[in-house]
Structures are given as structure tokens and as C-alpha cells.
């Protein structure tokens, strides 16, 4: 059995109390988590290692690492964090529906940025590491495609 690491919106997370995940419909990313007493519907979506869970309305960035790409991972963060700008991307198709920083702010890893709304469903963006916002390159009600520039970080 290999062993396989699991992060959930960024923290590493174990096997929880009997809980599996079943595939419906593979085709279309169907699923259900099941413990024997309760069963909730999924949407999972991804491949690889970088997969995104949709349940009960909210997405969740899930990582699904195997022991080789863990090592590979951990080499790679030790050799050095990304330094220099850089750009904040969409990551799904969508409206802006708020942006919560502006240019010249200094936030915090993990502080929400902005907000797209993407099939009736309201989506934060937050910040993937600490820094300033060098330029925010979307507003309020701007349609976006999944790769758009939203904001840059210095």
C-alpha cells in the first residue's frame, strides 16, 4: 500500500473516523463520503495530485501527495520560497463579484483577496503567501476566464 499524504485548503489532514470516499460516476466526478451511518454527495474534480471537493456548496482545494512527490515537494520548498512578484491567477471561470485589497496593501498569507462567483456559487481567493499588492488588475462585476491576471504580489 503506498502511503499518501492528504492537505485540505493547505493543512495535512488524516483519515477521519471511518470516513471513504465512493465514486458514483467517474466520468463526470460524482462521488459520496460514506462512514456506515452517513452518506454526503460530492463533486470532485482535478487529477494528479491537485484535486478540488465540492460539498454541501463549498470547494475545497485538496493535495493528494504520494511519499515520492512529498520528498520532491519538501526539496523543492527547501531550496527556497518564490521570491519577486508574482500573479494571482483565476482559477476557475466567473464574475468578480468583490475585491476586498487594493494597491499599495500589505497582506497576509491566506487573507482573502477578492470574491468570484462562479454558478451561483461564492468563491474567496485568497493570498498564497505575505506581501503587498503591487496592482489589481480586475473590479467588481468584471467577467473572468480560468488563467485571468487578477492582482500581482511584491
Not at 3 to 16: P, T
Not at 60 to 66: E, K, L, N
Not at 81 to 89: D, F, R
Not at 135 to 154: H, K
Amino acid at each position: 500500500m503506498t502511503d499518501y499524504q492528504v492537505r485540505v485548503a493547505g493543512a495535512r489532514v488524516a483519515a477521519s473516523d471511518g470516513w471513504r470516499l465512493e465514486i458514483v460516476d467517474a466520468r463526470l466526478g460524482i462521488g459520496r463520503l460514506v462512514n456506515g451511518l452517513a452518506s454526503l454527495p460530492v463533486l470532485v474534480e482535478g487529477d494528479g495530485s491537485e484535486w478540488v471537493v465540492t460539498l454541501r456548496g463549498r470547494r475545497i482545494p485538496v493535495t493528494v501527495r504520494s511519499w515520492r512527490e512529498r520528498i520532491l515537494a519538501d526539496a523543492e520548498s527547501t531550496a527556497g520560497a518564490q521570491v519577486g512578484p508574482i500573479a494571482v491567477k483565476a482559477t476557475l471561470p466567473g464574475l468578480i463579484v468583490a475585491v476586498a485589497v487594493s494597491a499599495g496593501e500589505e497582506v497576509t498569507e491566506g487573507a482573502p483577496l477578492l470574491t468570484i462567483e462562479a454558478m451561483k456559487m461564492q468563491n474567496e481567493v485568497l493570498s498564497p503567501r505575505a506581501g503587498r499588492v503591487i496592482d489589481v488588475t480586475v473590479e467588481a462585476g468584471q467577467v473572468v476566464a480560468t488563467g485571468a491576471p487578477l492582482l500581482r504580489l511584491e
